[in-house]
């Protein structure tokens, strides 16, 4: 991908993001040997729907993985830290923690860090040469449902997954949001429910009632439940260059794994891929690209998105040849 078919791929999205405008439908625009654009997807009206009948957790224990609990215990203590409001680390803990069991886990086993949204099921999200059924962008990731269409758009499926950095993201934005409800006067409750309103898991009180079970029950750690969730961190080489990469493999989800079931949502379950972030012209782009030996696509494929945009609005998707993972030798080394 050199610099002149970067330049070649944004104009076409340009045209296809106009193109969409007019004919009210998904684009897609082949560029010589630039990639294929899609777009113009927009948002799954059922989705909320979904995410609101899936909110409620069973009773009994909650368990968390318990490297991703050190992890948001750590953000949100240092969070409480420097809030603007009194908050402590406890409360603060378990404010971070609340949307994630009714995104991810309602049966109250420790949320998966590698967990994939099943909801979006727009072809704008899939490989348009449709290759194989697993070649799909799956937008929301991550035990807070990361999404390129808001939370997550600054962020890549590795980042997401990785409990660490999603912790440090979601634990001062949850606690921000809190102290600006107190501030301008809310009760308690009400910032809760102010600080959760990104997630639609927490429309009709699923994550306030977590909270009430964690301040009372507090939880279970799982220690079987690692970091990434059961994706592997790598080191890939492409075009040459050396880069940090996840292997994302759904077949060894850790901790709640009920999105990883055929008929969990109408989105495709994708193929295992490696993610990592491509440098070029001063943006950042998230690629994700599935080696043929996971996909049986044929060929080796990949879909990268700018970071700041949605991917329902834009992905380039490119047949290629170049990655190796190093770590594992595998690919194209």
């Known amino acids: 991908?050199?610099?002149?078919?970067?330049?070649?791929?944004?104009?076409?999205?340009?045209?296809?993001?106009?193109?969409a405008g007019v004919a009210g439908g998904p684009g897609a625009l082949a560029a010589g040997d630039d990639g294929v654009i899609t777009g113009g997807g927009g948002d799954n009206p059922r989705e909320a729907d979904l995410k609101r009948e899936r909110a409620p957790v069973q009773p009994g224990p909650l368990k968390f993985g318990a490297e991703s609990y050190d992890a948001v215990s750590s953000a949100a203590s240092s969070a409480a830290g420097s809030a603007d409001c009194?908050?402590?680390?406890?409360?603060?803990?378990?404010?971070?923690?609340?949307?994630?069991?009714?995104?991810?886990?309602?049966?109250?086993?420790?949320?998966?860090?590698?967990?994939?949204?099943?909801?979006?099921?727009?072809?704008?999200?899939?490989?348009?040469?449709?290759?194989?059924?697993?070649?799909?962008?799956?937008?929301?990731v991550g035990m807070w449902q990361l999404d390129s269409a808001g939370l997550g758009t600054e962020e890549t499926a590795a980042t997401a997954i990785d409990s660490v950095s999603?912790?440090?993201?979601?634990?001062?934005?949850?606690?921000?949001?809190?102290?600006?409800?107190?501030?301008?006067?809310?009760?308690?409750?009400?910032?809760?429910?102010?600080?959760?309103?990104?997630w639609h898991a927490c429309?009709?009180?699923?994550?306030?009632?977590?909270?009430?079970?964690?301040?009372?029950?507090?939880?279970?750690?799982?220690?079987?439940?690692?970091?990434?969730?059961?994706?592997?961190?790598?080191?890939?080489?492409?075009?040459g260059t050396t880069y940090d990469c996840l292997y994302v493999d759904p077949s060894k989800a850790q901790g709640a794994d009920a999105w990883t079931a055929p008929d969990f949502g109408p989105a495709p379950l994708p193929d295992p891929f490696y993610v990592f972030t491509y440098t070029e012209n001063g943006t950042d782009y998230e690629v994700r690209y599935w080696l043929d030996a996971d996909s049986g696509a044929g060929e080796d494929v990949s879909a990268s998105r700018a970071l700041g945009t949605d991917a329902r609005d834009r992905l380039s998707w490119e047949t290629e040849t170049d990655l190796c993972d190093t770590t594992a030798g595998r690919g194209n080394c």
């Open 166 to 198: 999603a912790a440090k993201t979601m634990a001062p934005y949850i606690v921000g949001k809190y102290c600006s409800a107190v501030s301008g006067g809310s009760s308690a409750a009400e910032a809760r429910a102010a600080a959760w309103t990104d």
């Open 86 to 140: 009194d908050i402590s680390a406890d409360a603060a803990t378990y404010l971070t923690l609340s949307p994630t069991w009714p995104e991810v886990a309602g049966n109250g086993e420790a949320p998966s860090p590698m967990t994939l949204s099943r909801y979006d099921d727009q072809t704008s999200l899939a490989d348009p040469e449709q290759r194989g059924n697993g070649l799909f962008f799956n937008p929301g």
């Open 203 to 239: 429309d009709e009180g699923a994550c306030e009632d977590v909270y009430q079970r964690l301040s009372s029950d507090g939880l279970t750690t799982d220690t079987s439940v690692k970091r990434h969730g059961g994706a592997s961190a790598r080191e890939c080489t492409y075009e």
């Open 1 to 19: 991908m050199d610099n002149k078919q970067r330049l070649r791929r944004l104009v076409v999205a340009a045209a296809v993001a106009t193109l």
